[in-house]
C-alpha cells in the first residue's frame, strides 16, 4: 500500500452539493464509527442522493486532555485509531468471530471515549499479535518506510506516554536513558543510537504495535477513499490550524513554537470576543514562530497540507486568517481578551506553497473577524472560502453570508460543527421575528417541522458553486444533536447517527431536490 501514491482531485467547477458528516458519528456497534460497512453504506447512500462530495472532520489522535476534540490532536500526522473497523479486521484473519461476538453494550447515539477506547485497545492488541506471525509483510514495511519522516517519532512519543501513563512529555522524567537525550537534542529527529538502545522490550513492543495500528488505519482509509472515488465521491478533509501542545509535533519540532526555555509555551492561541463568547475564546495550543518556520522555507506546514491531499481530495483549512495575522495570549491568561494580533509572511508562505499544491485545492475557513487583508490574499490567490446560511438569516442584507450575496466560488453550508442544527436554531435561538419572516419567505409551505428542507432548498438554489449540509440538517434533527459548542469543553464530539437512522427515501428526496436545483 502506497501512502503518497494518490494525487489530489481539482474542485469541480460546477454545480454540486455534499454532506457533513463525521467519521466517529457513523452507526456503529463498537461504540464510535469506523472505516468498515457502515461508511460504505454512507457512500451508497451519498451517490443515491446526487452528492458529489462528503466532507468530515480531522482526522488524527485525540485524547482525554483535549477533551476528545479532533482539532486537538496528538499528531499533524498520524491517524484516529478508534477509527479502524474490528470488520475488517476479522476478514483479514487477525481478529475472531469471538471477539467480535464479546462487545460492551455502548450509548448508541453517544460515543463513550473512555470505554470505547479500552475496548478498541484490547481488539487492536490481539490483532497485533496475530500479525506478528504473518510471514508476508512487505505492504506494511513499505508503509514503514514512506512514513519514517513522522512515523517512528509518533510511535516512540504514544510509548511513552503509556510508560509515563499519559502524563504530558514536559512532566516526563529527564534522568537518563532516553528523556536525557531526547530533552538534550532539538527532538527525536536525530534519532540516536544510543537513545533508541536505552528502549526496553516492552516499550519496543508498543511502539511497534503503534507503527501497525498506523499502518491498519491507513490502509482502511485508503480502501474506503477507493471506494468514495469509484461511487464518483470525492472527500473534503479539515486541517486544523494549530496543533496541541502535549502533541509529538511540539516534542519533536520546539523551535517552530513560541516557547519558553523550558520547553513551556510563552504565548497560547485563542480569538478575541465574537459571536460565540464575549471574552472570546481561548484556545490553549501554542502559537507558531512564523521567523524560525520562514528561515526553514515552511518545511514543516508544506509536509503537513501535502499529506493531507494525499488523504483527501480537497483540504479545508481550519482558521485561516491565522496566516495573516493570529490572536497572541499569554499564556498565563485566563481569558483571551488581553491577547493582540501578530502578522505572519502569508503571501511568502503561500508562494512557496502553491509551487506544490493547486489553489483549487483548499477551501479556506473565513469566518469569524475577517479583515481586507485577509480577503485581500484569499481573492488574489484565488482561493475559495465559506458561507454559512444560518449566519444569512441572522444578520441583515449586507451580510456576506445573506443568499443574495453568494458568490460562485465558494462552498456554503447551512451550518458548520461548531453551529447548531437549523431545527435546533429554529427553536432555541430564532426571535419570533425572525421565524416569521423566515415562515413568510416559504410563503407558508411548511411548518415548523419541516423548515430544515426548505433552508437546504434555499442554500441549494445559492449560486454557489458546492453546497454542503451537515447529516444532521437532512434529517431535521435538533439541538440534541449538536457537535460542538465553542467555549463549552464539556460533551462535544460525541453525537452519532442511530442504526439505520438514514431512510432511502431520504436518499430520494434528497436527489429530487438536487435535480430541481440543477446540482447533478
Known sequence: ????????????????????LHISSLPSRYGIGDFGPEAY???????????????????????????????NSLSAFAGNTLFISPDLLYEQGLLTRKELEDIPIFPKTQVDYRRVSAFKERLLNSAFERFKNIQKKQNYFVFCDENKKWLEDFAIFIALQRLYRTRQWYDWPIEGGLEKGWRCHPGLRNRKKNILKSLSCEIQRIIEREKFAQYIFFKQWFLLKRYCRQHGIRIIGDIPFYVDYNSSDVLINPEIFKLTKSKKPEFVAGVPPDFFSRTGQLWGNPVYDWKILQKTGYQWWIQRIKHNLRLFDIVRIDHFRGFVAYWQVPADSITAINGRWVRCP?????????????SESIIVEDLGYITADVRNLIEKLGLTGMRVLLFGLNDGRASPHNPQNYIENCVVYTGTHDNNTIRGWFEKEAKQSQKVRLLERFAHKVGQSEIHWEVVRLAMNSVANIVIVP????LGLGAEARMNRPASVRGNWRWRLAPRQIRRSVGKKLARLMKDCKRI
Open 1 to 20: 500500500m502506497c501512502l503518497f501514491g494518490l494525487r489530489a482531485n481539482l474542485m469541480i467547477r460546477k454545480r454540486v452539493s455534499g454532506i457533513l
Open 41 to 71: 453504506k454512507f457512500v451508497d447512500f451519498l451517490a443515491q442522493a446526487g452528492q458529489s462530495y462528503w466532507q468530515i472532520l480531522p482526522l488524527g489522535p485525540v485524547s482525554s486532555k483535549g477533551h476528545y476534540s479532533p482539532y
Open 471 to 474: 447529516i444532521q440538517d437532512i
Open 346 to 358: 502569508a503571501e511568502d508562505f503561500f508562494d512557496k506553497l502553491l509551487k506544490y499544491i493547486p
